[in-house]
Structures are given as structure tokens and as C-alpha cells.
């Protein structure tokens, strides 16, 4: 390791932090505690008909299954408990992410996603709608996803049945087909809002995936939803949560064109949770927030932020809080962490006798 790289690694301690205003806006399970595993006594047992096929097919078919039918089958017998155990993804979703499974199973989701599929999650890093890290899981969809995306991609959004209906044209029997999410009582959001008594909600994702069906095309459904709200301000909830996600995967999605107006999210975080990355080395990240962007901001703000620095970071057609609030927000792998650092303003003003370089 070069000298610039080990200076670099020092400073992540005091240059990066971890905002509980953005944390705790969405699902927090303090101390999570790891799933207990059923304890059978050892002894000679079979798993029937499975026995027959090689331990590599039995691994793949414990993966198609869910946390709840991991568990019941971990009962069947000691020999199906023993190949639990040995999972890989369950191990390190226990290990790593108890929370998520915790959280799944409080908000009624438990039977939703396979073992493979919320391992996959844990193994990626990526925002699944971006090219930033993606420091949080919408639990209805297993996604990983950034702040950016969560605020502003209407596919990353839940929302009540009665709306679900009004917006998507779908009957109480299309809505009962629809995965629902139990709310977990507490203050979401950056205003830290109670959450509503007894409330259950749905995707966005899985409602437009259900009116689609129901309404055969893009154009008829938005139909049904412009014969069913008859208000200007409901036909423009509609027709956002009913639009395509204004994302690229390869382009920072804080320089993408403004979409103007965004309806409130009323129940923002309250179907997402805080959620780590392991590396293929084993190293476990959540995510660095920069304490030089934060300052940054704080200095625009306060009408301190030299103009140099601003054409630096804003392009001239774009929003300058939003872009500034944005990257105050982002989270970071410690790798591009330890890029940024070199290159930020706030950071030189942090630590000014800090001589950073190129490697």
C-alpha cells in the first residue's frame, strides 16, 4: 500500500460518518438478533425422496425457497437441519444481515423472496437503478437501492390498497393478489412523521405490474386511471407513479434532468431498511457518508460556498441544492470513498494540510 493510500485509509474515521437523520428515516431493528436455528438431536435421519440426488441440486433447490420454508424444513429432520447449516447464503444472511430478515418478517414479507435472492442482494453493492451504491433494500421488491433513487424512482414507492385502486384501475380482488406490507409503528422520514395506526400498504412496482395485465397496455391504463380521478392534482400522482423511472446506469443520477414537482411520498422508509454489502473478499460495508459534502452544503447554504467551487460541481442547467443535497446524501463503498476524498472540496477544507494526489 503507497503512502497516499494509507493516509487516505486513516482519514476515513474522521472524514466520513454515518447521518441518523438518513438512517433512521425508514425500518431501524435495533440489535437484531440472529434467527435461532432449530436444534434436533443427532441422529440417523433422511430427507425421502430428496436423498436421492446429489448434495450440489439439494443446495440449489434450499435456494429457491424462502426464509419461512428454510425454517420448516430445517424441522423435517436433522439430516435437513445439518444442510441448512451448510448453506452458504442463509450462513451469511444470518451472519451479516440479521436485520433484513427481521424486518421481512415484521412487515409480513418473509414468504416473499427466495434465499438466493436476498443473498444475491447482499453480494451487490450497486444501486439496481443507478451506478452509486445503494446503502438500503426496498423490502417489497429486494432491491438495493441509493437515497436518490428511493426519493425519487416511483417503482421504489408503496402505497395504500384504496390508491393502488384509484391509480392502477384495479377491483378488491386484484388487490388481494398483491403482496402487502404490514407497517412496523414508528417516525419515518426526515421529518421523522408517525407512521399511520394498523396500516397496509402495497408496490407501486407490483400494482403497475398488475394493472398492465388487467388493462392490456401502457395507454389503457392510463385511462382507467384518468375515468377514476377526476381532480388535477390526482391525475398528476397518477400519471407519475404510472411513469417510466428517470434513471440510466451509467450516467450520476444527480446530473439527470429535473422531474419537476414530485408528489409527496407519505410513506417514504417505511418499506426500506439500512442494508450492508459483503465483498467477495468477505468485508462487510454500510455505506460512507462524506463529512466534506456535508460541509459543502452547509457552506452554500450559508451563501459561503466561493463560486468556483460551485460551477465545479454543479453544471449550469441543473439545480444547484438539489445536486449539492444530493451528494451530501450519497453513500459510498469505501473504494470510491477513498476516491472522492481526493478530489473534494469540503474534505480540503476539513483537513487542509492533507496533500492528496493521484496514485
Known sequence: MSNVSSELEA???????GPRHLLEAMITIPDAQKPTRPT???RVSSLGILDRLPPEIIYMILG?????SIASFARVSFRGNTYIKLLQAYRDLVAFAPQILMALGKVGLLSLHSITELHAALRKERCASCVEYGAFLFLPTCERCCWECLRHNPLLRVLLPKEAKRYFGLSERHIQQLPTISVIPGNYGISRSPSPRYCSLVSVRAAKERGLMVHGSVDQLS???MAKCKSGGLRVDGRFLQSDPVTSRNQDPLLLPSQGNIPTDKFFGMASIPFPSLSASGRLENG????GCELTLHQYDNLRLPWRV?????PGNRD???????LERRARSTESFLEHIKHCYGIQQLVPQLTIGDD
Do not use: K
Not at 429457491?64 to 419461512?68: I, N, V
Not at 460512507?288 to 463529512?291: G, T, V, Y
Not at 460551485?310 to 454543479?314: C, E, Y
Not at 444547484?320 to 444530493?326: E, Y
Open 11 to 17: 482519514l476515513i474515521p474522521c472524514a466520513s460518518h
Open 40 to 42: 434436533l438431536a443427532e
Open 64 to 68: 429457491m425457497l424462502d426464509m419461512q
Open 223 to 225: 385511462q382507467a386511471m
Open 288 to 291: 460512507l457518508w462524506c463529512r
Open 310 to 314: 460551485l460551477a465545479a460541481l454543479v
Open 320 to 326: 444547484a441544492l438539489r445536486v449539492l443535497l444530493g
